[in-house]
């Protein structure tokens, strides 16, 4: 069993800054894959930032220049560094893992809020 758990939401003013964090743990295994997605209300969830099956990352154009997500394959860990923030930016954010445990799973985190305040 897998557990996938984000930390690091909260309320920020705008162009403010919060780093988001996703960590495995469980019966896990090397991280293939990792991408924070947010959803907004009233919204479908939308990609936002990842690590490519390649190793490259790949970003929306929305927080380009503001984002940054960074990863520890050997802790299975992957960060969202989001600075300026804009209060478009208010979603909740959730973690996606692919982790090979002897079969690749797509995995995810139950999410945390970050609201941006004008």
């Known amino acids: 069993q897998v557990q996938v758990v984000e930390s690091g939401g909260g309320l920020v003013q705008a162009v403010g800054s919060l780093r988001l964090s996703c960590a495995a743990s469980?019966?896990?295994?090397?991280?293939?894959?990792s991408a924070w997605y947010r959803q907004a209300p009233g919204k479908q969830r939308e990609y936002v930032a990842g690590f490519t099956l390649d190793g490259n990352t790949k970003y929306i154009e929305s927080v380009k220049g503001r984002f940054t997500i960074f990863r520890d394959n050997a802790k299975n860990t992957v960060s969202l560094q989001m600075n300026s923030l804009k209060p478009e930016d208010t979603a909740v954010y959730y973690c996606?893992?692919?982790?090979?445990?002897?079969?690749?799973?797509?995995?995810w985190g139950q999410g945390t809020q970050v609201t941006v305040s004008s």
């Open positions: 996606n893992l692919l982790i090979d445990t002897g079969y690749v799973t797509n995995y």
């Open positions: 469980g019966s896990t295994g090397p991280m293939r894959a």
